[in-house]
Nanobody, 114 residues
């Protein structure tokens, strides 16, 4: 059974930082590309960042220079370090594993507010 479990969300003030984690089980983690998506209320889910199985990264323009995606294959975990957070970053953040199949986590809420 494949499971992706996100953690690390919460309430943070503008300008603050959070680190999201996504622990995977039931897949051969190292051969999967990993991604973070987010969905704000009333909006479509959008891609935030990706990291390939060999560690190449890509980011949405809205988060470039502020967010960093990384992975630890020994721990079957992908991370999203979020700095200089803005109110518009408020959303549910989802972890995604992709290869020939795609799997999703349940999401973790990030709220940026003073």
């Amino acid at each position: 059974q494949v499971q992706l479990v996100e953690s690390g969300g919460g309430l943070v003030q503008p300008g603050g930082s959070l680190r999201l984690s996504c622990a995977a089980s039931g897949i051969f983690f190292s051969i999967y590309g990993m991604a973070w998506y987010r969905q704000a209320p009333g909006k479509e889910r959008e891609l935030v960042a990706t990291i390939t199985k060999i560690g190449s990264t890509n980011y949405a323009d809205s988060v470039k220079g502020r967010f960093t995606i990384s992975r630890d294959n020994a721990k079957n975990t992908v991370y999203l370090q979020m700095n200089s957070l803005k109110p518009e970053d408020t959303a549910v953040y989802y972890c995604n594993a992709y290869n020939t199949k795609s799997y999703w986590g349940q999401g973790t809420q990030v709220t940026v507010s003073s």
